[in-house]
């Protein structure tokens, strides 16, 4: 399993653009790159995935280099409901294990 | 809707007095999963299921149990609860491997064990 290291927590203001980095050293070639955002008291609820380059959908983007050692989730003008925790997983289809590991997250604290 | 619900949402028990809390799902997802969730170690994963009457260990097996007997259902099962199990605890499901598609997560079972 690709272990995953994110900064512990970020600060921002409302309106800003936020970019949380996560490294994966180890990553294999299958592996897909997940994001998870988690509010205080509630369950993980998923933002966006990407294998490489760059994905974008309603509310983030995912920014992928060529190497993939790391990826930068990115949220673009932030507003307080964004203040949440963020993960940043690596996963592969190969083998039968399902085995996950999510890592303490990076805590975003948004301020008006 | 499509949920994951999760019985009961907050329970205090005593040390060593069995204890099942239940988890279903109405997405017919092949994959389940357990977390615990404490303080300063994020979510760590208990058991996982890839299918009826397959599960496997997670991260964090020791005291727990879990069983798969039908596709919805997936239930954990702490057979002598211990004061270290107190914790934040989800159930999550989704239609492929977890490791590479979305999971969908319960609102959690909040335990205390004295």
């Known amino acids: 399993l690709a272990k995953t290291t994110q900064p512990i927590s970020m600060d921002s203001y409302e309106g800003q653009e936020v970019n949380i980095t996560c490294s994966h050293n180890?990553?294999?070639?299958?592996?897909?790159i997940t994001w998870y955002q988690q509010f205080p008291s509630q369950g993980p609820r998923f933002i966006i995935q990407g294998y490489k380059t760059k994905v974008t959908n309603e509310v983030a983007s995912l920014f992928i280099p060529a190497d993939r050692k790391s990826s930068t989730l990115s949220l673009p003008r932030v507003s307080l409901s964004d203040t949440a925790v963020y993960y940043c997983?690596?996963?592969?289809?190969?083998?039968?294990?399902?085995?996950?590991?999510f890592g303490t997250g990076t805590r975003l604290q948004v301020f008006p | 809707e499509a949920q994951v619900t999760q019985n009961p949402r907050y329970l205090i028990t005593v040390t060593g007095k069995k204890l099942t809390v239940t988890c279903s799902q109405n997405?017919?997802?092949?994959?389940m999963s357990w977390y615990r969730q404490d303080p300063g170690l994020g979510l760590r994963q208990i058991y996982y299921?890839?299918?009826?009457?397959?599960?496997d260990k997670g991260d964090v097996p020791e005291g727990y149990k879990v069983s798969r007997k039908e596709k919805r259902n997936f239930p954990l099962i702490l057979e002598s609860p211990s004061p270290n199990q107190t914790s934040l605890y989800f159930c999550?499901?989704?239609?492929?491997?977890?490791?590479?598609?979305?999971?969908?997560f319960g609102p959690g079972t909040r335990l205390t064990v004295l």
């Open positions: 999550a499901s989704s239609l492929w491997a977890a490791r590479v598609d979305t999971q969908y």
């Open positions: 299921s890839m299918n009826v009457e397959v599960t």
């Open positions: 180890n990553i294999a070639t299958n592996d897909y």
């Open positions: 997405m017919n997802h092949e994959y």
């Open positions: 997983l690596v996963g592969d289809l190969s083998g039968n294990t399902d085995k996950l590991i």
